[in-house]
């Protein structure tokens, strides 16, 4: 370290060491920074390529800014040029409480473009000053840009998966460097998303891997904050730290906002897209009932259609044959042997008083009767014209129903004179008397009148 006399803008010590100083630079580099080894009280100048560094105004985390301890400055730089003010100086503690261990003062001075600091003598190794950014925020802010067409691929996604273990790999991975920015985690063209459930100790290549405490956004949701979980080390310690960071949703894919972390080891963790058996196997049972679902109800929906179709049909045909007539007779080509033989030789059956007192006479035309002539006693004669069968051609049954028709006429007008003869005193018997005496109206009506049935 070369010592500069005179003004401190004009004549200070350049720090050593500046690139291991920063507070994204942890503890487990080798060697530790120690200042009280070799430090020499006086203004020191921090730059690193060419660029001035300021000491951090906000504490770090334990074993950062290559040490264990690391010092920082609890208040503000001057902003007049040429000023001097007086700070304290902070130690910070291994614990997450202790941010201020021990406290003494740090001269400040405002240069042309720089900062000179006076700072004194270190107690106690391992402590060093800290120069460089200041821990990162946890809450990310979302650059203008579409992070859709923007966004980065994530670096060593092959080592980023729930299931590869830091045993499995010689080094961790550490996000400590890792620029704040949008990232998509595309490998072997297929996306990656961060795990939504809890990952074991030593998951994702790293000693603290970071998975996401939240559902990831659909595509109408836009950018959308999300809460990412630090796993601890101790069992049961799922979440140690919450960190934010902002999810795209870019329809096919997601991307992610990822600020660095702010201690080693530690890196964010990334899967393939999978799809658990259970819940195939609930999707699949779901569809197969679906489908059995459908298929019953288009089975019943057609039987109600064939039944519905099928009772109209025969509500139709009942109206049709109620409204439609009959269709027209068909007589039987046989024509019965009986109507057949009075077709033939028509014959007139009387008996003695009947040919005396009156016949049936017959017309020339062989299958038809003109007229019926009946005689009484008196010698009168009542002719009866039967109406002729019409002269159109008539079907075989039709004219048998005709000739019975006419032989019914011709026997009931025979029995009627008979019945007339047997009343006669002169003719027999009386009928009456006969019927009194309780003599069988039948063999009496035999005996006195020679009676004959027509049928």
């Not at 998509?184 to 603290?208: Q, R, W, Y």
């Not at 019945?419 to 018997?429: A, F, K, Q």
């Amino acid at each position: 370290m070369k010592v500069a006399e005179g003004n401190p803008c004009n004549s200070h010590n350049i720090i050593n060491n500046v690139g291991n100083r920063g507070t994204r630079c942890t503890a487990l580099s080798s060697p530790l920074i120690c200042d009280r080894n070799g430090f020499e009280p006086g203004w020191y100048v921090a730059s690193y390529e060419g660029k001035f560094i300021q000491m951090t105004e906000n504490f770090p985390n334990p074993f950062t800014c290559g040490t264990e301890s690391p010092i920082w400055i609890n208040g503000t730089h001057p902003t007049i040029e040429n000023s001097t003010i007086i700070v304290t100086g902070c130690v910070r503690g291994f614990l997450n409480s202790d941010t201020c261990i021990q406290t003494f003062p740090i001269q400040i001075k405002k240069c042309s473009g720089f900062y000179a600091y006076n700072l004194p003598y270190v107690d106690l190794c391992f402590r060093g000053y800290c120069f460089g950014p200041t821990p990162p925020s946890t809450t990310a802010t979302i650059p203008p840009s579409d992070p859709c067409l923007h966004a980065m691929a994530l670096p060593n996604l092959d080592r980023r998966g729930s299931l590869c273990s830091l045993t499995e790999h010689a080094t961790s991975l550490c996000d400590r460097t890792l620029k704040p920015g949008w990232y998509k985690a595309l490998d072997d063209n297929m996306f990656h998303d961060m795990p939504a459930e809890c990952v074991s100790i030593g998951a994702c290549s790293t000693e603290e891997p970071i998975w996401l405490n939240g559902s990831l956004p659909q595509f109408a949701d836009g950018a959308v904050l999300r809460k990412a979980c630090v796993r601890g080390v101790i069992p049961g310690d799922c979440c140690k730290k919450m960190i934010d960071v902002y999810i795209r949703n870019c329809f096919t894919y997601n991307v992610y906002y990822l600020p660095y972390t702010d201690v080693c080891h530690r890196a964010y963790c990334f899967d393939k897209p999978t799809i658990k058996v259970e819940k195939s196997s609930k999707s699949l049972v779901f569809i197969l009932l679906g489908c059995f679902a459908g298929v019953l109800l288009v089975t019943i929906a057609v039987a109600i259609i064939v039944i519905k179709t099928k009772r109209l049909k025969i509500g139709h045909s009942r109206v049709d044959l109620q409204n439609t007539p009959p269709p027209p007779y068909s007589p039987p080509t046989h024509v019965p042997q009986r109507v057949q033989a009075e077709f033939e030789t028509p014959q007139v059956e009387v008996d003695t008083v009947e040919q005396q007192e009156g016949a049936i006479h017959y017309s020339e035309n062989n299958y038809r009767p003109n007229a019926v002539i009946v005689a009484d006693n008196d010698g009168v004669e009542d002719d009866q014209v039967i109406p002729s069968p019409p002269k159109k051609k008539m079907s075989e049954l039709a004219r048998e129903a005709y000739l019975q028709y006419v032989d019914s006429i011709e026997r009931s007008k025979n029995l009627k004179e008979k019945l007339d003869r047997c009343m006669d005193s002169n003719s027999g018997p009386d009928y009456r008397t006969m019927m009194k005496e309780n003599i069988s109206a039948k063999e009496n009506h035999n005996k006195a009148c020679n009676f004959r049935r027509p049928f």
